[in-house]
């Protein structure tokens, strides 16, 4: 994907290693007072879906926009965190905060394993891997008696927040996703704006480049691959708490595909871009819910534009309108 | 996006107070949440809309000065999404009934947000039995069929009429097993043998290797424990690989009017399953199933829009007698009133939710014997409504006093 | 009666010849979706959706033009590969100069594309397509009942298979074809008309993908979906196979059904499985697939 990210860096500076660049700081802040008010005008519940999407968008982002490299297989990451967090927090009663710690441990270890099999492939044969990968733990999800196979894992309480914060409350429940989400987000951008993210631009420009000053750049993906699957599991386990369900559609290799298309659509390799699109098809796909078939029919066509026509994104047009990476 | 809707919603319910002398802000919202667009799409689809449509204008609502609205969305046979939307609809779009659901997995969830919202739930589609079982609920009505009752009167009318020999292929997934294992069940009770069973996966294209299998069991009655597709492939390929003619016959476990429609009656024929409505069944549905089927694109009625039919009509008539839409005394008012419609006839709705009716076990005719269009069912026995449905106390409902 | 490993040979031999059938499809799609690679670079994410619109065209055809199955197999990917060839040269041109992965990304909206429309359209319950009278009933072998139809399959399909790859490797035409893989500008300079080449080749394995569907639609049912999730198992195929290797995709199809075939027999719950692990293993240990070469 090295062609991508050369066709978006047209235009744009370098960025700053330590500080938040202004005009970036000041779309978070924007961003920050917008998912703050928005909940008292927009149903919470959605606002939710939307905000764990945007987390797993943004960790995949991470692998796709820096890292160079489209896994397909992504929602197992997604899907396993929030089996095991359902289940822990049901079966076995754990309080939310340690559950959706558990979910996002378990999607460590699996990123962990998945990224030693697959990191020493690229391109096509990355995306074919990690899409073989997938569809195993799929059917393995499909199989195994504690995920419920088809029906799930259903009424996963939404419990007590470091045992004071009563989740079951809309608004509680609400914030505690937006922090976890603004701590995902950030963490996605301090890794990007750091020294190892600097290292992970070099190898992916100039792979032969970076070995010969001394990088091994299988570490580093490896790094960078585990990373975006932890953050990936982080997204999962909370969605498991907001919908108090996990089921087969967070594992299945669609769900794979929309957060590709929400990363594409939002603007691959920006920063605000995977939020953007995460927001943008969560709100489609809830608009067309009446609408049945045509949910597939216009993500196909989000699909198609993006790629012959749109291919920075809403957020990479913006930056490349205002000059300014965004 | 709703703008103010969930503070106007607060002020409502504020306001309202005990809502139990009125209608909620004076509409009846009934939301029809089913597959519009996969798996299930005819057998429920648009076609439950129509069908709870047709409810709310036999029941003469606007005569009675009673606003009905009805809304729809596709769920998709995705737990998640069914979830969303069902409680979007009832926190911010004040919905009082879902109807419909199929998909036990969705429907689980449906139920439990239903209860702990206090609103309505009338299940039409879907099949587990848990649903007035284990998961029973005071806020839920569950029509049409069940598990318990398919395996129970396809089982054992197949094997006091002869056949008393199974093998099972099963769909690999909690509703498959759990209608081989009721039907098994059923099967060695009454005296017959289970002589192989072969999982296969969901949505497979491919059933020859079972076929085959099957084949070389020997077994009299090859049960289909698995529905939509994958039922109609299996049965498509049986034709080929010469099943029936081969002396066997299959035994569909859940097959609607729509499967058989999609099948033709050239591979379909001698297919033995239950059913709990059929629209040429007599006078009062033969006119209800061509009134449907103009509205409907020529698609007949199936039993889950025969449901969807007559469970609107009741929780109609039940808000009527109560003059209120709250979910849990709604549903209570629908236990209390007996059942009457032209559908299922009389029946009642018991205490652990189950709506209580005749099953009849009907046979797929031969082509040649079918002499107008959707003519396809022969009825070989009636099952009479006190023995179609697993007994009161056999389900561990909690509601149900033991 | 003597078994070999646990179940009669009779029935093991039974199982091992459907395998061989469900390879026949396995093999003729995965060749479309090589043959695509191997020039275009391109993944053919849409190849599903066009075997499902062959077997939709198969239907049209008999219900509305009174044309049957031989007809059929004719025009299907006749028409699909005009379409196929439309596709190229309006969009997926456009890509070529950009990362593959593009391609892939493209073909996949239109796949939710066509099987959006058409789910829209025709709904999920299937379409009845009958199977043509000349090739109705079957051979008892002794250890199983085979139709006619499925042993007119494997027929088929090999011809085909080995109809194509003498095409690619033997002929003049799939030199040129192996030629503009590996230096299309050198190609060019000969005089060759490149693009033409390539649009012809996407349409030559959309056809494929058609013909397939047609073969595919007198016993599995004609419904939209009937593509989506095959098109992840081709996609293995191909991989295991070795992208742009025609022999390996053809030989790949059928061995892994009859790979799969035997699983059905073994542990039935893991015969979706299987190809993925077999894939999965050949990938870590030959990264560009049994008989691929290396890009």
């Known amino acids: 994907m090295s062609a991508i990210r050369a066709e978006l860096e047209d235009g744009t500076t370098a960025t700053a290693p330590t500080v938040m660049l202004r005009h970036q700081a000041v779309a978070f802040v924007v961003m920050v007072a917008v998912l703050a008010v928005l909940p008292f005008f927009v149903y919470p519940i959605f606002l939710m879906k939307a905000l764990c999407f945007a987390l797993f968008a943004c960790a995949f982002n991470l692998l796709i926009g820096y890292v160079g490299l489209l896994s397909f297989g992504h929602a197992v990451f997604l899907g396993s965190a929030g089996y095991v967090t359902a289940h822990t927090a049901k079966v076995w009663g754990w309080p939310p905060e340690v559950a959706i710690l558990a979910g996002t441990a378990t999607a460590a270890a699996l990123g962990v394993a998945v990224g030693a099999l697959t990191i020493r492939s690229r391109g096509i044969y990355f995306a074919n891997i990690t899409l073989a990968l997938a569809q195993m733990i799929y059917f393995f999800c499909l199989q195994a008696r504690f995920t419920g196979g088809e029906d799930g894992i259903q009424s996963v309480p939404r419990g007590m927040m470091l045992g004071f914060l009563d989740l079951r409350h809309t608004m509680a429940m609400y914030f505690v996703v937006l922090a976890i989400f603004l701590a995902g987000f950030l963490l996605v951008y301090r890794t990007i704006h750091s020294p190892f993210g600097q290292v992970l631009k070099a190898i992916r420009e100039n792979e032969p480049r970076a070995i010969s000053l001394g990088y091994r750049p299988e570490h580093y993906k490896l790094i960078a691959f585990a990373l975006s699957a932890t953050l990936s599991g982080l997204a999962g386990g909370t969605k498991a708490i907001v919908f108090q369900l996990a089921s087969l559609t967070d594992v299945h290799w669609t769900m794979s595909g929309e957060v590709v298309l929400m990363t594409l659509l939002g603007g691959l390799g920006t920063v605000f871009g995977p939020v953007m699109g995460a927001f943008l098809l969560t709100t489609i796909e809830h608009y067309l819910a009446q609408l049945g078939a045509w949910v597939t029919i216009v993500q196909g066509v989000i699909f198609v534009v993006c790629v012959l026509a749109f291919r920075r994104g809403v957020v990479g047009e913006i930056a490349r309108l205002i000059r300014k990476p965004l | 996006m709703r703008k103010h809707a969930l503070i106007a919603a607060l002020a409502l319910a504020l306001l309202a107070g005990p809502a139990h002398a009125q209608i909620s802000d004076g509409i009846v919202k009934i939301g029809v949440l089913n597959d519009q667009s996969s798996l299930y799409a005819d057998l429920a689809g648009q076609g439950s809309v129509v069908a709870a449509r047709m409810a709310v204008e036999d029941f003469g609502a606007a005569a009675k000065g009673l606003k009905v609205e009805i809304i729809f969305a596709d769920h998709q046979n995705k737990a998640d999404v069914g979830s969303q939307i069902a409680r979007q609809w009832y926190d911010a779009e004040k919905v009082d009934l879902i109807l419909d659901v199929p998909n036990s997995g969705v429907a689980l969830a449906v139920n439990q947000i239903t209860r702990d919202k206090g609103k309505a739930f009338i299940v039409s589609s879907a099949a587990s039995s848990d649903l007035t079982g284990k998961a029973c609920s005071p806020n839920t009505v569950h029509w049409t069929y069940d598990t318990w009752a398919l395996a129970n009167g396809t089982g054992n009318a197949i094997v006091k009429t002869g056949g008393d020999s199974w093998f099972f292929i099963t769909a690999d997934y909690a509703f498959g097993h759990a209608l081989e294992r009721d039907t098994e069940a059923v099967v060695t009770k009454s005296g017959g043998k289970v002589l192989g069973k072969v999982r296969h996966p969901l949505n497979n294209q491919d059933f020859s290797s079972f076929l085959l299998q099957a084949q070389a069991s020997k077994a009299k009655i090859i049960g289909l424990a698995n529905a939509g597709g994958d039922t109609t492939n299996a049965i498509k390929q049986g034709a080929e690989f010469g099943i029936v003619k081969g002396g066997q016959n299959f035994a569909g476990l859940l097959v609607f009017l729509t499967d058989v429609h999609a099948l033709g009656l050239e591979k379909a024929q001698g297919l033995i399953f239950t059913e709990t409505f059929y629209w040429d069944l007599n006078e009062r549905t033969r006119a209800f199933g061509k009134r449907f089927a103009e509205r409907n694109r020529g698609i007949h009625p199936t039993m889950i829009h025969a449901g969807a039919y007559a469970g609107t009509l009741h929780y109609l008539k039940a808000i009527e007698a109560l003059k209120s839409d709250d979910g849990a005394k709604a549903v209570a008012k629908m236990k209390e009133m007996p059942t009457d419609d032209p559908l299922f006839g009389k029946g009642t709705v018991r205490a652990d939710g189950r709506k209580i009716h005749p099953a009849y076990l009907v046979e797929v005719k031969k082509p040649t014997e079918s002499k107008y269009p959707w003519d396809y069912y022969k009825i070989r026995t009636t099952i009479p409504a006190d023995q179609a449905f697993r007994p009161i106390d056999q389900g561990d409902c909690p509601l149900v006093k033991k | ?295």
């Not at chain 3, 093991?12 to 670079?41: C, E, R």
């Not at chain 3, 997926?92 to 429309?117: E, P, S």
């Open chain 3, 1 to 295: 009666m003597s078994t070999l490993l646990g179940i009669p040979p009779q029935a093991l031999f039974g199982q091992l010849l459907i395998g061989l059938i469900n390879g026949s499809f396995y093999a003729l799609l995965s060749l479309g979706l090589s043959v695509i690679f191997g020039l275009l670079n391109i993944i053919n994410f849409a190849h599903g959706a066009q075997y499902m619109m062959g077997a939709f065209v198969a239907y049209f055809l008999l219900q509305y033009a009174g044309l049957g199955y031989w007809w059929a197999l004719l025009i299907a990917p006749v028409l699909m590969a005009g379409l196929g060839m439309a596709l190229e040269r309006t969009t997926l041109k456009r890509l070529y100069h950009l990362d593959h992965l593009y391609g892939l990304l493209l073909t996949f909206g239109f796949a939710l594309i066509i099987q959006g429309v058409f789910r829209n359209e025709f709904g999920s319950s299937g379409l009845p397509y009958p199977i043509p009278p000349q090739l109705t009933g079957g051979q008892n072998l002794g250890f199983m009942f085979l139709p006619n139809y499925r042993a007119w399959v494997i027929v088929f399909s090999v011809v085909i298979c080995l109809g194509t790859w003498y095409v690619i490797e033997r002929t003049k035409l799939g030199a040129y074809l192996r030629a503009a893989t590996e230096n299309p500008a050198l190609v060019r300079a000969f005089g060759i008309n490149v693009p033409r080449m390539i649009t012809l080749t996407y349409g030559f394995g959309v056809g494929l993908a058609a013909l397939a569907g047609v073969l595919a639609a007198p016993i599995y049912q004609v419904n939209p979906l009937m593509g989506a999730d095959l098109i992840i198992v081709v996609f293995a195929v191909v991989v295991i196979g070795g992208m742009g290797s025609i022999m390996g995709s053809i030989i790949t199809g059928f061995a892994l059904g009859v790979i799969e075939g035997l699983t059905k027999v073994f542990y039935p719950e893991a015969s979706n499985t299987v190809i993925f692990v077999i894939m999965a293993i050949v990938l870590l240990i030959r990264p560009t697939g049994l008989f691929g070469r290396a890009q």
